[in-house]
């Protein structure tokens, strides 16, 4: 059963540090996406990654897949308090196309 | 429309009622997926249909819970007998394989 584990779970941080947020995931995976939650809002898709080695990057956000250490990571440089929400990674399991959500991180950003 | 439409966006009920929530997926997508999120917690996986195929039931969490997909395009999750436990947002994703998955604002299901 594919389990998707996301650390921290909760990360409070002041503006213009950087930071990282893990996801490791227990199963095969070639595709993983990252999305973006405001509270009381609807999930905002940031990112997918479809390989080994991929990297995408939007604005402060860079985001990376290993999928031989079955890790990915989102790397926020030099935060602003406008990043402040719950960030999740979901995995799509290779054998039956179910993506599995994380946890979530709830970022808070103070300015 | 140019996203996934989920109605009605609130929905209050007396605890025993039966609730019916609709999902409209973006067309021409295969995958349609339902979650449900408490306060403040992640996504759980309720169910998934893809194309002509039979879904994946595995998470709903109990018989009261089913689903269904007609012609492939609108789906309908319904809920017997509503328990207080119910209570959550429900989300509805459509994907078309590969291109990532796009949300709908949900249904948030408050049983009284």
Known sequence: ELKVEQNPLFLSMQEGKNYTIYCNYSTTSDRLYWYRQDPGKSLESLFVLLSNGAVKQEGRLMASLDTKARLSTLHITAAVHDLSATYFCAVDSNRDDKIIFGKGTRLHILP | ?112
Do not use: M
């Open chain 2, 1 to 112: 429309g140019a996203g996934v439409s989920q109605s009605p966006s609130n929905k209050v009920t007396e605890k025993g009622k039966d609730v019916e929530l609709r999902c409209d997926p973006i067309s021409g997508h295969t995958a349609l997926y339902w979650y449900r999120q408490s306060l403040g917690q992640g996504l759980e996986f309720l169910i998934y249909f893809q194309g002509n195929s039979a879904p994946d039931k595995s998470g709903l969490p109990s018989d009261r819970f089913s689903a269904e997909r007609t012609g492939g395009s609108v789906s309908t999750l319904t809920i017997q007998r509503t328990q207080q436990e119910d209570s959550a947002v429900y989300l509805c994703a459509s994907s078309f394989r590969l291109y990532g998955y796009t949300f709908g604002s949900g249904t948030r299901l408050t049983v009284v």
